[in-house]
């Protein structure tokens, strides 16, 4: 994995190393692994699926993209299918301010209540067309959950994942790395469930 996707990654590390030095070796790769543990290993983005995962599925997602919508359920019958597969979740808010809104919210209770992170998910997922307030909180209320402020630490987290999408020349949602490569858009179950097997057969 880190063959195909570090290159690119690299190019994220050196635009926040804007100095006039080059970057030492282990500068580099003090850099990649940072960007490769947010990517796979961030504690502050949402995760389902395998503890211990052959594969790790990543998936740039936002609650107002209708393939997105059309996507999502798909993830959780992939890791129930796959005990080695996790997905770990990472929101593009591109659509509106409602993208934003609803990201934050989602990424403050995970790292409040992670446990009930996954209703709440497809209960915005479950709307058809744009989020606004009334219907995020409309959301909320139907997921059983409740969210007040959004935290800090969401923004920093979306800034993150908007930052690695454009080096990795995404520019639209869903996205998802899967092994070696990228799946842009949305397809068929069958065909991502051939690719996710395919992924894992190369392990």
């Given at each position: 994995?880190?063959?195909?996707?570090?290159?690119?990654?690299?190019?994220?590390?050196?635009?926040?190393?804007m100095?006039?030095?080059?970057?030492t070796?282990?500068?580099?790769h003090?850099a990649q692994?940072?960007v490769?543990?947010?990517?796979?290993?961030?504690?502050n983005?949402?995760?389902?699926g395998?503890?211990n995962?052959?594969?790790?599925?990543?998936?740039?997602?936002?609650?107002?993209?209708?393939?997105?919508k059309?996507f999502?359920?798909?993830?959780?019958?992939i890791?129930?299918k796959?005990p080695d597969?996790?997905?770990?979740?990472?929101?593009?808010?591109?659509?509106s301010e409602?993208?934003?809104?609803?990201?934050?919210?989602?990424?403050t209770?995970?790292?409040?209540?992670?446990?009930?992170?996954?209703?709440?998910?497809?209960?915005?997922?479950?709307?058809?067309g744009?989020?606004d307030?009334?219907s995020?909180?409309?959301?909320?209320?139907?997921a059983?959950?409740?969210?007040?402020t959004?935290d800090?630490?969401?923004?920093?987290?979306?800034?993150r994942s908007?930052?690695?999408?454009?080096k990795?020349g995404i520019?639209?949602?869903?996205a998802?790395?899967?092994?070696?490569?990228?799946?842009?858009?949305?397809?068929?179950?069958?065909?991502?469930?051939?690719m996710?097997?395919?992924?894992l057969?190369n392990?």
């Open positions: 994995m880190k063959n195909v996707i570090i290159t690119l990654l690299l190019l994220f590390a050196s635009t926040q190393a100095a006039a030095e080059p970057l070796p282990d500068q580099e003090r692994q940072i490769y543990d947010f990517l796979f290993n961030d504690p983005s949402p995760r389902i395998a503890k995962p052959k594969l790790t599925l990543v998936v740039f997602t936002d609650y107002n993209c209708p393939y997105c059309k999502d359920p798909y993830l959780e019958k890791v129930e796959h597969v996790a997905v770990v979740f990472k929101f593009l808010p591109f659509r409602s993208s934003l809104t609803s990201a934050r919210d989602a990424l209770l995970w790292r409040s209540h992670p446990e009930q992170f996954l209703k709440f998910n497809e209960t915005l997922m479950a709307k058809k744009y989020h307030e009334a995020i909180q409309a959301a909320q209320k139907r059983g959950v409740n969210v007040a959004p800090d630490e969401s923004l920093v987290t979306i800034k908007l930052l690695i999408a454009e990795l520019q639209g949602t869903p998802t790395l899967i092994g070696e490569g990228l799946l842009p858009g949305w397809v068929p179950y069958e065909q991502f469930d051939e996710v097997s395919d992924a057969k392990r």
